[in-house]
């Protein structure tokens, strides 16, 4: 993770932030097949700039998932074909959460 910077007598301040979720357990039992559901893993990109107009005025812009990161659930099964019972995974859902952007005014007194 990459934090918020500003060096020292200059206006504008940078930030990134990359966060990462490793594959993981979402349902132990779901109703239908008695299996458990897993989401894949996932990363995210965020940034922010910021500019100062003056020491009581404030500029700043913001971007969430800069990335439009696809998440994915799995759904365990089991092949009844394979004599050892082999655990498969096929896809189950997709979801696509939009980036977004905000742009913000700080004033202070």
Known sequence: MVGLYALPNFPIS?????????EYLVTAIP????????????GWLDGSI?????KNFELS???????ST???TLEQLTDAKSPEKKIIFANN?????????????????
């Open 14 to 22: 940078l930030g990134l932030a990359y966060s990462w979720r490793s």
């Open 31 to 42: 109703s239908w097949n008695q299996l458990p559901t897993w989401q894949r893993a996932a």
């Open 70 to 72: 696809k998440t994915v």
């Open 61 to 67: 812009l913001e971007g969430s998932n800069l990335l």
């Open 50 to 54: 910021r500019y100062s107009v003056n």
């Open 93 to 109: 859902s997709w979801f696509r959460q939009d980036r977004r952007f905000t742009f913000g005014l700080r004033w202070k007194m």
